[in-house]
């Protein structure tokens, strides 16, 4: 869909749409960050799996890139509370393929820094990250961590610094800490984190559509009457 043609059916939608429901995808559009993104690999449990998705709603984090080689990613909707429908989820579960290693290329070749969350001998602590760069983040299962796959394929790999006789949290608290940090950070830099102007307009455009009941069959009727195509 082309600029003009997104701009002039939002424009359309917001007549369906409250003034208070407009005001806040204009305030929380402007805190979405793709500088970090998320990679989940092989997580299964709905609530730690619904856990981080709240949490990169709450954080700013547009994209979760979901891993599934063994494991269904299975999200509850009543730990998400609608969170989901907010994010940009990239799905990797094709067959007889690493996923794995299929998303850490994609992400690569878009620039971004692929980082492991996992205690190991040459990580970095979470408060020395940096930040310059475009960030991965990725969180492995509940019981095993990342895999070795992910371990190899990996540009680097950060801890958070423990105070007890425990060596981690779990994922979701994992994730909920990272995020904090990292975007409180980045927040503060003058790295340039925030979207563009076309990812600005897309995204006013998907949240304003999944806002309004029907929000789908509105912009296809106006597409039509005004003789519009996607």
């Keep these: 869909m082309d600029a003009s043609t997104r701009l002039a059916i939002t424009e359309h939608l917001k007549d369906f749409a409250t003034e208070a429901r407009w005001e806040k995808i204009e305030e929380v559009v402007q805190q979405r960050t793709r500088h970090i993104c998320v990679v989940v690999e092989d997580i299964y449990q709905p609530h730690n799996a619904s856990a981080v998705l709240r949490s990169c709603d709450g954080f700013g984090i547009q994209d979760v890139h979901i891993i599934e080689n063994s494991n269904t990613f299975d999200a509850s909707t009543q730990v998400t509370i609608g969170a989901d429908q907010w994010l940009t989820l990239h799905r990797y579960r094709e067959k007889n393929i690493d996923n794995t290693e299929l998303c ?8 971004f820094k692929v980082i492991a969350t996992s205690p ?5 602590n979470l408060n020395d990250l940096p930040l310059d760069q475009k960030t991965a983040l990725v969180f492995g299962t509940e019981l095993d961590g990342i895999s070795e796959r992910a371990k190899e394929m990996a540009d680097g790999f950060v801890k958070i610094p423990m105070a007890g ?15 904090y940090n990292v975007t409180r950070r980045l927040r503060a830099s003058d790295i340039n984190w925030k979207l563009s102007d076309e990812e600005l307009q897309e995204l006013k455009h998907q949240w304003l559509k999944k806002s309004i009941k029907a929000g789908e069959q509105i912009e296809k009727a106006f597409l039509q009457e005004k003789g519009l195509s996607i």
């Excluded at 850490?104 to 620039?111: A, C, I, V, Y």
């Excluded at 006789?165 to 995020?179: Q, T």
């Design 104 to 111: 850490f290329n994609r992400l690569k070749e878009q620039g």
């Design 120 to 124: 190991h001998e040459n990580d970095t």
């Design 165 to 179: 006789f425990s060596e981690s949290f779990n994922i979701s608290v994992s994730a909920a800490v990272c995020l």
